[in-house]
């Protein structure tokens, strides 16, 4: 039963990716990995598209955007999973536990509409190539990026003080490695159910919004494609859009089997440490070659800024 908004636990307990020993050491390797191949990568595309005049476009924008937030979103994870498979004592404040969740939560909010906005962007440059210039202007860019960025950390305002709002009074295991709202509710001694409507009403509501929006952006671009006379157009244009469809399948698919779910003790977390591996590791780490390196124009940009250091 609910003991009122107060609550006794000071810190949690993170059980991490996994609870045998012999494999922390070798998840370590391999995280610390991904996670620095993360950082090298997004943040060198940020200087990149930066560094080069020609990379000034609104797709290059919203480029550099998205590898901040890659870069935000892994670290606001990964860093606290590399340290608990390394120490005996996994725990995390209580302050500590608020702010990751809220963050990783906000970053995982703006991301969403951060993609559905790269392909109204691509909606525009291919189906409305004419008046594209004309409206997707500098201005308009910065606007659409600061509305993300608004509605996602506002967004996880709600999400963090409801969840802790709620009394954690037993239990400070959470079975999970990093701070999430699904394990959270599950050690609540509170009343959950209006919290876990709340939950998946937003989460309904911000996935399938932002979804449905890439989808309707790219199925108006397939259609244009179609109509391009040129094999090689077709060729590229459809090129770019499997690999925008791609990180969107996988973000998203991963997104909506972890939080349109009813939280659940047992066997269910085991599949919930991996799917959350994929969309706040893997994906981040991905992302900079799957929208960027695969591009002609960030290819000769590297090229040349690796010929002139040879020089």
């Not at 506002?154 to 009394?167: A, C, D, G, K, Y």
């Not at 939950?199 to 309707?216: Q, R």
Request: proline share 3%.
């Amino acid at each position: 039963m609910a003991r009122g908004n107060h609550t006794t636990v000071t810190e949690f307990v993170l059980m991490g990716f996994t609870d045998c020993p012999e494999l922390q050491l070798p998840l370590f390797v391999v995280f610390l990995v991904i996670y620095l191949i993360t950082m090298v990568g997004n943040l060198g595309m940020i200087l990149l598209i930066r560094m080069d005049s020609r990379l000034h476009t609104p797709m290059y924008y919203f480029l550099s955007h998205l590898a901040f937030i890659d870069l935000c979103y892994s670290s606001s994870i990964g860093p606290k999973m590399l340290q608990n498979l390394l120490v005996k004592k996994k725990t995390i404040s209580f302050s500590g536990c608020f702010a990751q969740l809220y963050f990783s939560s906000a970053f995982a909010t703006t991301e969403c509409f951060l993609l559905a906005t790269m392909a109204y962007d691509r909606y525009m440059a291919i189906c409305n190539p004419l008046i594209y210039t004309a409206i997707m202007t500098q201005r308009v860019c910065k606007e659409l990026a600061i509305g993300v960025y608004t509605y996602g950390f506002l967004n996880s305002v709600i999400h963090t003080v409801l969840t802790f709002q709620l009394s954690f009074c037993d239990s400070n295991v959470i079975h999970h490695f990093y701070c999430a709202d699904p394990p959270l509710l599950a050690l609540s001694c509170s009343d959950t159910h209006s919290k876990e409507k709340q939950l998946l009403i937003f989460s309904a509501v911000n996935l399938t919004g932002s979804l449905l929006t890439v989808l309707i952006s790219y199925i108006c671009i397939l259609f244009s494609i179609i109509k391009i006379q040129s094999s090689e157009g077709k060729c590229k244009a459809f090129s770019t859009c499997a690999s925008h469809l791609t990180v969107v399948i996988i973000f998203y698919g991963t997104l909506f089997f972890m939080y349109l779910r009813q939280p659940k003790a047992g066997n269910s977390w085991k599949y919930n440490k991996v799917v959350s591996v994929f969309y706040s590791l893997i994906i981040p780490m991905l992302n900079p070659l799957i929208y960027s390196l695969r591009n002609t124009e960030v290819k000769n940009t590297l090229k040349k800024m690796l010929e002139g250091k040879e020089s």
